[in-house]
């Protein structure tokens, strides 16, 4: 199996600009999970989908971030416009059944985005 | 809210040292924990985890034990490896959404030979 697959597996752009972000999950597997890496916070959780529905999106910073999953097998994660705060690293996840206490999520490479 | 506290790195170590991560948490009732490990340039794996209070986790040689009395659950392994330099992630399940996890800040490991 290939994993988790993100690309790009780094982003530099200017504010102003919208990045996308891109994920594979795991075929099969129901749950997909957006996850930020900063310094200052530490690893959150943004959201999270289940059968490509959005469940929980309580951790979205604002309504500059956006993410939509339209199959199975992909997700995306937008910015727009982008603002030199949101530079992190950004992990996609996903397990079979979500239930953290019986499942593992497994994580993508991540992709590091720096906007400058 | 929950969260979880570890301590701060780098934790810097010889090879064949004895390594501990402390970790102590805060939650509402009796989360499932878990350690994972990040290295260089990838993605984190779960490392181990224990479901209740006074198992053990175990995977690679690294044992974490479910503490309810200290809330803690400190990450060690015998003898490290210069292959275990990596950032260790101790990590909770959020109560509040089974699918949630929580995570501490990080440790930073760096074995030499």
């Known amino acids: 199996d290939a994993g988790v697959i993100q690309s790009p597996r780094h982003e530099v752009t200017e504010m102003g600009q919208e990045v996308t972000l891109r994920c594979k999950p795991i075929?099969?597997?129901?749950?997909l999970f957006w996850y930020r890496q900063t310094m200052m916070r530490g690893l959150e959780l943004l959201i999270y989908f289940n059968n490509n529905v959005p469940i929980d999106d309580s951790g979205m910073p604002e309504d500059r971030f956006s993410a939509k999953m339209p199959n199975a097998s992909f997700s995306t994660l937008k910015i727009q416009p982008s603002e030199p705060r949101d530079s992190a690293v950004y992990f996609c996840?996903?397990?079979?059944?979500?239930?953290?206490?019986?499942?593992?999520?497994?994580f993508g490479p991540g992709t590091r985005l720096t906007v400058l | 809210g929950d969260s979880v506290t570890q301590m701060e790195g780098p934790v810097t170590l010889s090879e064949e040292a004895f390594l501990t991560i402390n970790c102590t948490y805060t939650a509402t009732g009796y989360p499932s924990l878990f350690w994972y490990v990040q290295y260089p340039g990838e993605g984190l794996q779960l490392l181990l985890k224990?479901?209740?209070?006074?198992d053990k986790g175990s995977n690679k040689g690294f044992e974490a034990t479910y503490r309810k009395e200290t809330t803690s659950f400190h990450l060690e392994k015998g003898s490290v490896q210069v292959s275990d330099s990596a950032v260790y992630f101790c990590?909770?399940?959020?109560?509040?959404?089974?699918?949630?996890?929580?995570f501490g800040a990080g440790t930073r490991l760096a074995v030499h030979p």
């Open positions: 075929s099969g597997h129901d749950y």
């Open positions: 990590a909770l399940s959020d109560l509040g959404g089974y699918n949630k996890l929580i």
């Open positions: 996840a996903s397990s079979l059944t979500g239930r953290v206490k019986t499942d593992t999520q497994y």
């Open positions: 224990a479901t209740k209070a006074d």
